[in-house]
């Protein structure tokens, strides 16, 4: 990066986003035309050869690659039109949707992909919410309008309904599956036509109209699609709200545009609206006050632990996502609650090629601070000032399972590495108050079990094993000390602590959690730990 003079400019060119989709929608697709657009790589193909040669290098990805899943997000930075933007990847599988949940609360804002045949899908619509909860603004971009899809205006109805939000068409589709020929764009009365021949670069028409009666589309346009151009867009210019700025960005309205990834078609328009109506790096909750992006001091936090990258290195990277400041190189920075600064002296970087040394960053930025445990997803990192970022949320498992080493004498060398993985954030662990030498570990979904399986016996040589455990789910129990204490000897057999020391409770069934509830109206019994 260029040395930064006017950190007001940088800032307000950043745009930090995510894009959310179902498994399959075609994440993978749009962020490599994204790249490719943009210039960071030179051929299509090349994210996934990139993942190759990382798969090839680290071995723990053996289930990745197996399944053929990604299971690691990363970052991609990337210049276009004098913006800076920094794509947060997102674990597109189901089951890896803790780690996907904290990305996106390091995100400004999120693009989320549907494909045009199924509209909303399930884990489109968890993401949605999680967006929702802290008001990220979201750019629709409905995906596969090279195929048979369904009829626009009911994708439109569709998002609208399931997700209660105000939805207008940034762009409007003409024709569709093998008759798609392009889009009209509602925003600003321009024409783009899809160029069918090449699918490794953009040559689509694209050309400025009047309106809709601009003799120019008749020259594009048989006059029957021409007409029902006109009758389409004139009537969701009725039905659909006006495209409102404010309540984008307030989370309260998407915009929509319609495109086919694989075909490169309408990634330019939705690169160039992330750019023009995305926000820049936001003001960020945080206690005791909120934190301006343009403040002097650096602040940010993490939001993941990537360990063992490198298995000869042991390395373990935290993200961080930068909240204010001027950050530089060699820079320290003080994890808030702990009295040892980390000296930053080679952060990292994700340019979308390569991981590079960054000198320089501001906020919006995200940074990888190589570490050995000092840093734990959730910290603050300050210049000195006890700032905590909130709403960074850990979820309550729902699948859960005792979990022994194979050989026993490993016990101890097991509850490390638990503990390891549990700061990144791989599982959720707790160790049960009676039992004292089995661990029981969480899950959100069962993927998760054969990775940490996996990584406890690549990296750190223990082969385990796991045993069903009567519990049927896990709460943060939390209250007064007196009603907390009075509670832990009345439930000691349902009690454990989880690896930060926070007891959480495991019920044996649907049941037994109503009933403990109703009968300790006191405690909170939380489904999401907050890590204030
Ligand atoms: P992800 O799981 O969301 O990352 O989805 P991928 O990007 O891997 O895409 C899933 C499948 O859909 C792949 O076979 C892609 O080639 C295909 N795909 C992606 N975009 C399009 C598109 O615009 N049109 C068509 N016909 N197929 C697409």
Redesign the pocket.
């Known amino acids: 990066m260029t040395d930064i003079t006017d950190i007001g400019a940088e800032i307000a060119r950043r745009r930090t986003f995510a894009i959310i989709?179902?498994?399959?929608?075609?994440?993978?697709?749009?962020t490599e035309k994204l790249l490719l657009f943009s210039g960071a790589i030179q051929m299509a193909g090349a994210v996934k050869a990139r993942g190759e040669q990382r798969r090839a290098r680290s071995d723990w990805l053996k289930v990745e690659r197996e399944r053929g899943i990604s299971v690691s997000a990363s970052v991609m930075s990337f210049e276009h039109d004098g913006f800076a933007f920094n794509l947060l990847d997102t674990p597109?599988h189901e089951d890896f949707s803790e780690d996907t949940y904290r990305t996106l609360t390091a995100v400004d804002s999120a693009i989320m992909?549907i494909d045009a045949a199924k509209g909303i899908e399930e884990q489109t619509r968890k993401l949605f919410e999680v967006c929702r909860l802290r008001d990220v603004p979201i750019i629709t971009f409905v995906?596969?309008?090279?195929?048979e899809a369904r009829d626009p205006l009911e994708l439109i109805d569709e998002i609208e309904q399931t997700l209660a939000l105000d939805v207008t068409p940034a762009a409007w589709p003409i024709g569709m599956g093998r008759h798609f020929r392009g889009c009209y764009h509602v925003l600003d009365d321009r024409m783009v036509l899809m160029d069918r021949g090449d699918r490794s670069s953009i040559n689509d028409a694209s050309f400025s109209v009047t309106g809709l009666d601009d003799p120019t589309i008749g020259e594009h346009l048989p006059r029957d699609q021409w007409q029902e151009l006109k009758d389409q867009v004139t009537m969701v210019r009725e039905l659909c709200p006006a495209f409102d700025l404010q309540a984008y960005r307030e989370g309260h309205m998407t915009p929509v545009f319609f495109?086919?990834?694989?075909?490169n078609f309408g990634v330019r328009e939705l690169l160039e609206g992330v750019g023009r109506l995305a926000p820049s790096p936001r003001r960020q909750p945080a206690t005791p006050r909120d934190v301006a992006p343009d403040e002097d001091k650096v602040t940010g936090f993490v939001f993941k632990i990537q360990a063992n990258m490198d298995l000869k290195h042991r390395d373990r990277i935290a993200f961080v996502r930068l909240c204010s400041g001027h950050f530089k190189r060699g820079m320290r920075l003080l994890p808030v609650g702990s009295t040892k600064a980390v000296n930053v002296s080679a952060p990292v970087m994700f340019l979308a090629q390569d991981r590079e040394i960054a000198d320089e960053a501001v906020a919006g930025d995200i940074i990888g601070i190589p570490n050995h445990g000092t840093l734990r997803i959730g910290d603050s990192l300050t210049e000195g000032e006890e700032i905590r970022f909130t709403g960074i949320p850990s979820f309550a498992p729902e699948l859960l399972r005792r979990i022994r080493p194979e050989d026993p004498m490993k016990a101890k060398h097991l509850g490390r590495a638990l503990e390891q993985l549990a700061e990144e954030g791989v599982a959720a662990v707790m160790k049960p108050r009676i039992t004292s030498s089995a661990w029981v570990v969480g899950v959100v979904g069962s993927l998760q079990f054969d990775v940490l399986a996996d990584r406890i016996r690549t990296e750190y040589g223990i082969p385990v094993s796991y045993e069903t455990v009567e519990a049927y789910a896990a709460r943060w129990v939390s209250g007064d000390p007196a009603e907390m204490k009075r509670f832990a000897d009345n439930n000691v057999s349902a009690l454990s602590d989880d690896h930060t020391g926070r007891p959480v409770f495991l019920a044996r069934n649907a049941w037994h959690l109503n009933r403990t509830v109703e009968d300790w109206p006191k405690l909170k019994f939380d489904k999401v730990k907050n890590q204030v």
């Open positions: 989709s179902h498994p399959d929608a075609g994440k993978t697709t749009l597109g992909v995906n596969k309008m090279d195929r495109g086919s990834a694989l075909n």
